[in-house]
């Protein structure tokens, strides 16, 4: 089973890097994440606190705008395009099950994501080494974790939402733009509401559903076994669905 | 083999298959012929597990396809409709990585690459890119995936389809070799591949079985033994004379070709065949250059079936 699992993982990275758009997106985020790091220097240099610096590295707005736009253009092709070809057929005909054949492209799509985040890593080595020579100011491993923490979940839950569009049609474009239009506007919708002043439910629902509020709170170090929990629950019931999806179309 | 029980399936407001049931033994080569949109893709699809029907059961060599699915899975090759396969892989990649998620385990595959790749005439494209191949060379990769993990029922859904005559002969005599070891549903529109490579068929007309033979029950049926085409070399007015003793021959049509030879259309009695008439012809002292049974029957009769006004 765990063979056939890797087997089936190994292929989906290799298409993920068949395909020139991976190389696109990888160029065009870590553009944005040596924009986020020049600025975090600029500000240590202007005297800025590392912790309140470092929160550039996850949380500047272009990553955070971003994203919403990058990981639909990973994961529309995930199941779209096996529809299209007609490929679907030709794996859903062999012993393998629909659970082993989502979560190997879940997993392929979310090994992708950690690649876009790699730079960050880096930085914050390079950041960890200058603190070092400098002997001033020590990186907090705290900060760090609670960071990458919220990168992990968060990225859980997009592409989980992605995977999922890609279920419901055989256009990746389509796919795509689906997988846009939910997550900005969720984003949006919630950062919106978080900041209404007139409705304190409002407020209180979008600052508990946003993304933006939740990805500012990791990056200070606030890991809330809330928010890991809402976008672990988002994730498991969205890669359900896209499985149910696939039984349904087969009923 | 196969044991199916009244299916049905309904695609929204088309019924697209309804009340099929049919058995299949081991080793038998059976074609399930229809026009278009008989609903011969529904009734594969379902056979190879893809598809669920909404009414009935599929036993396949005895495990149920929805209780055992993975059991059944385990036991059929399945080439669909337009053979899909991934374009951006290479051929040798593409048949191990089939072999992997069906099962086939680590020390066979290399055996059964090797196998397969040599039935369906691949070792010498085993590393070029699937997409830069000919449809005819995808057919047989389909095909070749379809036997990588050695099922016991090949279920192949026009298996010919888009290739030229020459790629056709070629995947029939791959089908009639394969029938050899395997149990063989072929799906086609066809009706020569029918009477090329299957011993019985089921024919489906608006998501029913409406008839159901051997081919040459079908054959018999359309007294096709007894319709004979012969091409003679003798004067018409001498023939004329001839044929006025024998009592047991009716002549159908008559042609006089540009070479002065007899084209002849004979419908005989019951009783008499194609022998009959190369002994009567050698006993008359005729020059005979051509002596087949009349296949435009054959047609005739899968087509009456298909219009409902023939079967068993």
């Given at each position: ?6 087997c ?5 990275l ?5 395909t ?7 160029f ?13 220097l ?15 590295l996850?949380n500047?707005p ?5 994203l ?56 914050c ?21 609670a960071?990458?923490?919220?990168v992990?979940?968060?990225?859980l ?47 209180n ?26 976008y ?6 969205l ?13 | ?35 278009n949109g ?27 396809s ?35 998620i ?24 085993g590393?070029r ?9 995808r ?27 020459h ?79 024998v009592?047991?021959?009716d ?12 084209r ?49």
């Amino acid at each position: 089973m765990i063979r056939t699992f890797m087997c089936l993982l190994k292929r989906e990275l290799r298409v993920l890097f068949y395909t020139p758009l991976a190389y696109a997106v990888l160029f065009f985020f870590w553009l944005l994440s040596g924009l986020n790091f020049f600025w975090l220097l600029q500000q240590l240099a202007d005297g800025e606190r590392l912790t309140m610096a470092l929160q550039l590295l996850f949380n500047g707005p272009l990553l955070t705008f971003s994203l919403p736009v990058v990981v639909p253009l990973v994961t529309m092709r995930l199941i779209a395009e096996e529809r299209r070809l007609g490929t679907l057929e030709a794996v859903l005909t062999t012993p393998i099950s629909e659970i082993q054949f989502v979560i190997a492209k879940f997993v392929s799509a979310f090994i992708f994501y950690l690649i876009l985040w790699l730079p960050a890593l880096i930085y914050c080595g390079v950041i960890h080494s200058l603190c070092l020579t400098q002997d001033v100011v020590f990186l907090d491993v705290g900060v760090l974790v609670a960071s990458f923490t919220g990168v992990i979940v968060i990225g859980l839950f997009y592409n989980a939402v992605g995977l999922l569009m890609s279920a419901f049609t055989t256009n990746q474009v389509v796919a795509a733009i689906a997988g846009f239009a939910v997550l900005f506007g969720s984003l949006l919708l919630f950062m919106l509401m978080g900041y209404s002043t007139q409705y304190e439910v409002i407020r209180n629902l979008g600052q508990f559903f946003s993304t933006f509020t939740h990805m500012l709170d990791f990056s200070r170090g606030v890991i809330d076994s809330r928010v890991v929990l809402l976008y672990l629950g988002n994730c498991i019931w969205l890669i359900y669905t896209t499985i149910r999806i696939l039984e349904w179309k087969r009923s | 083999m196969i044991r199916v029980e009244a299916i049905s399936k309904q695609f929204v407001d088309v019924q697209a298959l309804h009340q099929v049931s049919f058995e299949v033994g081991a080793n038998e080569v059976v074609g399930f012929l229809g026009p278009n949109g008989a609903g011969k893709t529904t009734l594969m699809r379902m056979l190879s597990g893809f598809l669920m029907p909404d009414e009935g059961s599929i036993e396949v060599a005895g495990f149920d396809s929805i209780m055992d699915s993975q059991e059944v899975k385990r036991r059929i090759g399945y080439l669909p409709e337009y053979c899909p396969l991934y374009p951006e892989m290479r051929v040798d990649e593409f048949l191990k990585y089939r072999a992997v998620i069906k099962g086939v385990l680590g020390r066979r595959i290399r055996d059964r690459l090797q196998t397969v790749k040599m039935q369906c005439g691949l070792e010498q494209v085993g590393r070029r890119i699937i997409g830069q191949l000919s449809k005819g060379y995808r057919q047989r990769i389909g095909l070749a995936d379809a036997l990588i993990h050695e099922p016991e029922l090949l279920i192949l859904d026009e298996p010919t389809v888009g290739l030229d005559p020459h790629q056709i002969r070629q995947v029939r005599s791959l089908i009639k070799e394969l029938a050899k070891e395997h149990t063989v549903l072929i799906s086609t529109h066809i009706m020569q591949e029918v009477d090329a490579v299957c011993e019985r068929v089921l024919v489906i007309r608006s998501g029913e079985v409406v008839a159901a033979n051997t081919v040459d029950g079908f054959r018999r049926d359309a007294s096709l033994d007894r319709s004979v085409i012969i091409e003679i070399q003798c004067e018409a007015s001498a023939f004329n004379t001839l044929i006025e003793s024998v009592t047991w021959i009716d002549v159908v049509g008559v042609d006089v070709l540009t070479d002065d030879w007899l084209r002849l259309d004979l419908s005989l009695q019951e009783g008499y065949s194609a022998e009959s008439v190369f002994v009567w012809a050698a006993e008359s002292n005729l020059a005979l250059r051509l002596l087949q049974t009349n296949e435009s029957s054959l047609e005739e009769a899968f087509v009456a079936a298909m219009d409902g006004k023939a079967g068993s």
